[in-house]
């Protein structure tokens, strides 16, 4: 066999790259134990010195790569179902047209919570009571969230996801959602339980927070309900928007009621700037919830940031006819560096021919020694999942992300005629992601409560509380 051009040289590697994976997949030559007509061939281009051995050695490795791909590509029915997992238990089908997801967490904390004297003896937290899962003065431990979820995206179009609670021993419904996505100028619509869009820290989800609990002004955020949601994304990703209505439903999975309170609620986010590989960005965001409430009640209480501190802070109930809650957000990310703050304002009409004015404001710094930087969802608006660069491992050099962080909120529910209290909070945090499904999590707390109405009346009090948490995602 003579070739006397490059041209036809070319032209013959060509035929053989092509053609040669086509060839071996047929079973009369598909033994791994014969030689291929690909290899064949390249033999015979180096043996006349066609091509030299460097040559011939690269050739080869691509012949043999396209091989196993044919192999692959031929082998795999598109029907079935691969299970991977990261993160979660990951079931898709091989055409890509069924992805389901299972998985879940576990939160468990253990706690210490210490009141000022003063306080003590206004709450009788001296005198010895039986267990209380209110906590007050002392130590505890606590499971904060044990759940588990099934979510899935289905033909490119249908989502939807379930999930509950299983924390204290009873099942609380969080999630629990079909829609609909891909639809043009329309984004996504999702039908049934699940988050009104309002605040970035509330709809950033609990195992991906900064802190082990969410800030003072969360008393003011709607949480979950029941309703309608139409949100889509815009600008490559940079401009979010969503906004739908909601039955006030706190967990039923049904109601039906002449008295049902609903909300109209609709968050708008943006990124003015982004620089993705430097792994800068600053992000805005305003979110606003009207309540249309009939002959309905109304009433907020705030605990200081640890799940099992008493809910130092109460309004008691009083009627309304409805409320305006409004929330402005900003973050900034650079590097491992990053800050975070929203301010809520809600004016609440009274029946009793008062309207009452409450608002509340956080601030949030914190820095990765390790280097890494907060991952950004762009898609919703919020933050997800850390990764450490370099998970832990004894022996591999890998000690997993560390991250300190400080957080000042203050809320004031304070106005002529309501008289739920004052409250500062000062959070200090230290987390050790160990990968990025496990995590340790050390909170310290300090709380200043001013005047709590009809709980303790023109008393100041200090609170110091510490909080060890472990969490698992799986």
Known sequence: MQIHSRQGVQLLLSFVLTVAPILAGVEARANDAEKRFGEEVLEILRDE??????????????????????????????????????????????????????????????????????????????????????GGDGEGVELRRTRLYVSGDLYDRVVFKTQFDFAGGDVSLKDQYLGIKNIPHVGTILVGHLKEPFSLEQLTSSKNLTFAERSLSTVFDPGRNFGVLFKNHYLGKRLTTAAGIFAVTSGDVEFFSREEDFDLSGRVTGLPYLDQEKKRFVHLGYSVVHRFADMGEAGFSSRPEIHQAEKYLDTGNFATDGATVIAAELALVTGPFSVQSEWKNGWFDNRDGENWQANSVYVEASYFLTGESRNYKTTSGSFGRVTPNRPFGLGKGGWGAFQIAARYSWIDLQDEGMNGGEERNITAALSWYLFSDLRLLFNYVYADVADTGDLLSNVSSEIHAFQVRAQIEF
Do not use: M
Not at 55 to 77: F, M
């Open 49 to 134: 010195g066609t091509i030299g051995d460097e040559r011939y050695e690269e050739l080869r490795e691509l012949e043999r790569a396209e091989h196993e791909a044919a192999k692959r590509s031929a082998s795999v029915d598109p029907e079935a179902f691969s299970v991977t997992y990261e993160n979660a238990l990951n079931f898709n089908r091989n055409d890509g047209q069924v992805k389901i997801k299972l998985g879940g967490r576990l939160q468990a904390d253990f706690t210490s919570i210490q009141p000022d004297s003063e306080l003590s003896s206004a709450l009788d937290l001296t005198s010895p009571v039986p267990y209380s899962p209110i």
